[in-house]
């Protein structure tokens, strides 16, 4: 399919150990978000990558919390020492910004338990 | 104050009926719209995306949008119970700036 894809789509972790989200956006797109949504919570922004720009980190809720995008293509979100807050399903999205804002594709999202 | 609010809802209303969920922003520079739907325990899907003033029509669903008030709406007409989910409202001022998410609202359709 030429959907987002995110992996694993599940993953059970233990208090303290570090996590690793891949997520590979739809091809030729240059904007992708990573979102984290707690049960029966809202969309919470984390990161936002465009093009070659610097990304938009402001929604990283401590510095345990990083991303990558290597290539302009997939990007992987990084937790370290992980907490029992941090369980959540993980989105991410992307989008063509071709011009303005475009519409963006979200990803199955990966569910994160740690416990 | 939230960029994108929307009233969380629950909204109910009675199969057959209109639907009608609405969105304020408080940037005037937004200039792009959408409205995205999600079921229980799935990703976000989108239903309309809306750039200029007026209405946009597509089946049962119209999205408005008003920039002078900074208002945007979704109208659900002949409301049926797989409509009911959270329904997302999304805005965003192009030039590369990210889109922002309100909070939701909840739809319910009841038989």
């Known amino acids: 399919g030429a959907g987002v894809s995110q992996s694993p789509s599940n993953k059970v972790t233990e208090k303290g150990k570090d996590v690793e989200l891949r997520c590979d956006p739809i091809?030729?797109?240059?904007?992708l978000y990573w979102y984290r949504q707690s049960l029966g919570q809202g969309l919470e922004f984390l990161i936002y990558f465009q093009g070659n720009s610097a990304p938009d980190k402001s929604g990283l809720p401590s510095d345990r919390f990083s991303a990558e995008r290597t290539g302009g293509s997939v990007s992987t979100l990084t937790i370290q020492r992980t907490q029992q807050e941090d369980s959540a399903v993980y989105l991410c999205a992307s989008s063509s910004m071709v011009q303005g804002n475009s519409p963006l594709h979200f990803g199955n999202g990966t569910r994160l338990t740690v416990t | 104050q939230k960029e994108v609010e929307q009233n969380s809802g629950p909204l109910s209303v009675p199969e057959g009926a209109i639907a009608s969920l609405n969105c304020t922003y408080s940037d005037r520079g937004s200039q792009s719209f959408f409205w995205y739907r999600q079921y229980s325990g799935k990703s976000p899907e989108l239903i309309m995306f809306i750039y200029s003033n007026g209405d946009k029509e597509d089946g049962r669903f119209t999205a408005q949008l008003n920039k002078a008030s900074q208002y945007v709406s979704l109208l659900i007409r002949d409301s049926q119970p797989s409509d009911s989910a959270t329904y997302l409202c999304a805005g965003g001022t192009g030039g590369g700036n990210k889109l922002t998410f309100g909070t939701g609202t909840q739809l319910k359709v009841e038989l």
């Open positions: 091809s030729g797109h240059t904007a």
